[in-house]
Structures are given as C-alpha cells and as structure tokens.
T-cell receptor
Framework: KAGVTQTPRYLIKTRGQQVTLSCSPI?????VSWYQQTPGQGLQFLFE???????NKGNFPGRFSGRQFSNSRSEMNVSTLELGDSALYLC????????????????FGAGSRLTVL | DAKTTQPPSMDCAEGRAANLPCNHS???????VYWYRQIHSQGPQYIIH???NNETNEMASLIITEDRKSSTLILPHATLRDTAVYYC???????????FGKGTRLSVIA
C-alpha cells in the first residue's frame, strides 16, 4: 500500500515569500502531523490534524499554519519566509492520532526540503 | 521536552547485535516507549513500541526493565544499512504528540 507522499520534495524560496507544502497520508489514516527538522533544533512538532480539525499545536509563530481536507490530505503554509525557516518539513500520518487511549504509530513521509535565500 | 536519555553515539560491528540503551526514569504507568530511526535525510521510520512487556518484530526486539525506567533496543544482526540515528520516545496516550530528543547515532562498521 502507498506510503505518505509529500510534495514538493525540494524547493527554494526567497525571504518574504510564502510556501505551501502538501501531504497525502496513507489511505485510511485520519491523522496528519507535521514536524520541522533543522540541524540546530532537531525534530520539532508543528501541529496535528484529525478529521479536518487541528488537535495539537507546537510552539511556532502564527506564520506557520495548516489545514486538512475531507479526504485527510493536508497542507501546511509558511508566510513571510525567514532564513531560519530553511528546514526539512516532515509529514506523518496515523490511524488514530493523539486522541487514542492506546499506542499511536506514525508513518512518516520523505519530507519537503525548503531552502530560503 | 523529551523524557528520555540516550547516548549520543555508538558503534557496532557488522553482523553483531546492536544494543541501544534508553533511560526513561520518570515514565508513568500508561506511557508507551517508541523507537524510531532516521537514515540520513529520510523521514523517521517506526521500529517498535511497548508498554510493559518485551516486544519483538521483524526489525528488532525491545527489552523493557521490570521497573520500566529503562529499555534496550536490540538489532540482532546489524548491517551497514542500519547506520542511522535512533530515537527512543516516551509518550502518554491521549492528546500529546511524539516529542523527539537528539537520539543515538549508530554507526555500523564493516
């Protein structure tokens, strides 16, 4: 079965621009989480969506936003890009999400590598 | 903040078992232990998880101490393709995301 698909895989933007990244979860998975990975800060949680609702949000400024569609596909948007936004952005999907009373196994995509010049 | 402590790096000879330790001394009764790994520039890959009992799957074994304050991930026959950063994560069920620490960089040497 197909894994988590992220597009685009690589992109270059300039400061002040905005960017939209897309994530298609595994079929049947209703939860999508987004993470940012940089060499200095490691993997940091951005937000999680479940059934089109944001369930959790990490400690990122309001320039970072996301949404989820009825087919569980998700997008994240970063506005007014800064040099420090250069990172690998990872999407992960799971069946039940963080609301589960049991284990919640995430499957990650390959990521979108954003370079801000 | 991550609730686990892992050594920053380890080496393992190819073909030998790799034993990766993780300390989670503040773990509470309903918190799961998860292991993921990340091969350079790829997305993290789920390996295994457990609550109280030892677990084994096709990739690895997870040994959790009786007091649950530490665990060990065992790759029984390490290959060069197992070279990666391994993350041990403790997470409560409920409305909390996976929080990644710095992990252990495992280098498998021929």
């Amino acid at each position: 079965k197909a894994g988590v698909t992220q597009t685009p895989r690589y992109l270059i933007k300039t400061r002040g621009q905005q960017v939209t990244l897309s994530c298609s979860p595994i079929s049947g998975h209703r939860s999508v989480s987004w993470y940012q990975q940089t060499p200095g800060q490691g993997l940091q949680f951005l937000f999680e969506y479940f059934s089109e609702t944001q369930r959790n949000k990490g400690n990122f400024p309001g320039r970072f936003s996301g949404r989820q569609f009825s087919n569980s596909r998700s997008e994240m948007n970063v506005s007014t890009l800064e040099l420090g936004d250069s990172a690998l952005y990872l999407c992960a999907s799971s069946l039940v999400g963080t609301g589960s009373s049991g284990a919640n196994v995430l499957t990650f995509g390959a990521g979108s590598r954003l370079t801000v010049l | 903040d991550a609730k686990t402590t892992q050594p920053p790096s380890m080496d393992c000879a190819e073909g030998r078992a790799a034993n990766l330790p993780c300390n989670h001394s503040t773990i509470s009764g309903n918190e799961y232990v998860y292991w993921y790994r990340q091969i350079h520039s790829q997305g993290p890959q789920y390996i295994i998880h457990g609550l109280k009992n030892n677990e084994t799957n096709e990739m690895a074994s997870l040994i959790i101490t009786e007091d649950r304050k530490s665990s060990t991930l065992i790759l029984p026959h390490a290959t060069l393709r197992d070279t990666a950063v391994y993350y041990c994560i403790v997470r409560s069920p409920g409305n909390t995301p996976l929080v990644f620490g710095k992990g252990t960089r495992l280098s498998v040497i021929a």
